[in-house]
């Protein structure tokens, strides 16, 4: 596994991999038990199976704008320090293992390589900016009042925005680095597939309860409810051609279908589970 991709590389290693096969869990575990026993070339075989996994955990982070053979290396480390510590006697595969090592890693270094140059992407996004630089206000609550966004969302935003002053890696006032200072909010893998399991059950549903409302309704509901940045009841009057009233209206009336519509499939759910 070279050290550094570049684009050419990083095609010629996705094509390498297009081979390798999945092991089972008997085949992973006895790999595993040989490389406990000094067999290096086990070891490298059932990390080596996993590297297209690598692949597939490192797409999610593809939009963070860090060259994805960067993304890939740092996802290929993670693997690396989780099959130092794999214990086959455990009921556990080494891919869910080791997911939690591999975005660790990934996240650390998109943090490090993520810089406030990108920010400004949105209305919300320009105003935190402006308000940091002019007050250097940390509190999330304050700066979610002053630029529109949500708490969570600046929360996020706020170890980019503080990076312009003070680099991730410096040591300041004999305090450790600002990225080992950061709180974790590292998932572990169970939860991380808990968390997806029910975000794809929640898109579902409303996927599901949209298809109930008009093509105005719909759209309203999208314009409003369903972005960062709302359009405002005037616009979307004169896209529509009625007035903003009418539109309260029509966004109040697709808000109780959806109510409805979502609890009766709650309602459908927890009867289906209890049957």
């Known amino acids: 596994m070279g050290s550094v991709f570049d684009g050419a590389a990083l095609k010629v290693y996705r094509d390498n991999l297009s081979s390798v096969q999945p092991l089972d869990r008997e085949t992973e575990r006895a790999l595993a038990k040989k490389w406990i026993d000094g067999d290096k070339r086990a070891g490298e075989k059932i ?13 999610e982070y593809r939009r963070w704008g860090v060259p994805l053979e960067d993304i890939i290396q740092q996802g290929n480390l993670g693997l690396l320090r989780a099959a130092k510590k794999f214990d086959p006697e455990k009921e556990c595969r080494l891919a869910t293992y080791a997911v939690y090592w591999i975005r660790a890693e990934i996240r650390e270094y998109v943090v490090r390589a993520y810089r406030v140059v990108r920010l400004g992407t949105t209305k919300g996004e320009r105003r935190a900016l402006r308000a940091y630089r002019t007050t250097h206000e ?21 170890p980019l925005l503080m990076a312009r002053e003070t680099s991730l890696d ?9 990225v080992e200072r950061m709180s974790s909010s590292t998932p572990s893998p169970e ?3 808990g968390a997806n399991e029910t975000r ?4 579902a549903a409303v996927t599901e309860a949209l298809r109930g409302l008009s093509d105005r309704e719909r759209l309203i509901v999208q314009e409003r409810m369903m972005t960062d940045e709302p359009v405002t009841l005037q616009k979307l009057g004169e896209r529509l051609g009625v007035s903003k009233e ?12 959806l109510r409805t519509q979502l609890e009766g499939m709650r309602v459908e759910a927890m009867a289906l589970g209890s049957a």
């Open 200 to 203: 794809a059950r929640a898109k």
């Open 138 to 158: 940390s509190d999330p609550v304050k700066l979610a009042a002053v630029s529109g966004l949500s708490t969570e969302r600046v929360e996020r935003l706020l």
């Open 191 to 193: 939860e991380d597939a």
């Open 170 to 178: 410096a040591n300041t006032n004999d305090m450790p680095p600002a």
């Open 246 to 257: 009418r539109v309260r209206q029509l966004e109040e009336r697709a808000r109780g279908k």
């Open 47 to 59: 990390v080596e199976a996993c590297l297209p996994f690598v692949i597939s955990v490192a797409l």
